[in-house]
């Protein structure tokens, strides 16, 4: 799979979210707008039927007044019968939020009029939240954003959490279950950010992959694991899960901003972009994982 979009001129596809939805695949990725509405992003959204090859078939409009910078890096997750879209407002800084909207066709989807719905709160970070993922976990909805330090320098993973409901997710449902970051960049690879969350649960635990430095650093994929959905212990320390390319390969500059999907049949893709030109051009891709007998993660040749 090598997947873009080039509707704003250029190859740009990033950030994706997927969920198998009546039958078909839909993937919810950022990419460029095909005019000048004023917004720097927007989210794509692509149609499959086997998951690898994919049609570009719309996006989410801008409807509300703190998307018209841009909405981007969206979360998904099928509830319900309902796909729930947790995404990010773009171009605020500090002041970006999670927003949430809901689709029964996986095409046209509803805000909810309570967004923007989640940040952390200013005395653990600088109150940003970016790059939502959820999963259900022991009976609740875990959400985990991106946000940085008071110093807008080090990028690291906020958690927060809500009951499961039929009703939706609005402002103040999701409750903080953390009094600091639950991952922080310390290893050398990874920089000075962790971005990116994209968790699953396996064997009565959280997975988190993440995101590794910041883009084009190179950032590359990580992984850590939870045994209660607030503290992670790291598996791969001293190298990355998934590293960038060689010159010339697609993910030459990074790989980075990782999803994982497990489909029908069990198995687990990890979906992530890359950039072969230090972010001018970006593409999606996907490899499938599995967990071997001690629970770490591997990839399927």
Known sequence: MLFTDNRGGRDFAKDPAVVFFNGKYFMYYSTLPDEDIGANLIIGIAVSQDGENWEVSGSLPMTQEFEKKGVAAPGAVVLNSRIHLFYQTYGFGAGDSICHAVSDDGINFEKNAGNPIFSPTKDRCCGRAIDADVCIFNNKLFLYTATRDHAYAVQKIAAACAPLTENGYGFGDFK??????????????????????????????????????????????????????????????????????????????????????????????????????????????????????????????
């Open 176 to 301: 903080q279950i953390c009094a600091s970051s639950v991952l922080f960049p310390e290893m050398k690879w990874e920089q000075n950010c962790i971005e990116a969350p994209a968790t699953i649960v396996d064997n009565g635990k959280i997975y988190m992959f993440y995101g590794g430095a910041y883009n084009c650093s190179p950032q590359q994929i990580g992984c850590a694991v939870s045994s209660d959905g607030r503290t992670f212990d790291k598996l791969f320390c001293e190298k990355p899960f998934i590293a960038n390319g060689k010159e010339g390969d697609f993910n030459a500059s990074e790989s980075g901003h990782p999803f994982v999907f497990r489909g029908t049949d069990g198995k687990v893709w990890l979906y992530y972009q890359g950039s072969l030109d230090g972010g001018q051009n970006w593409y999606l891709s996907r490899m499938e994982i599995a967990f071997d007998s001690n629970g770490i993660p591997y990839q399927v040749r």
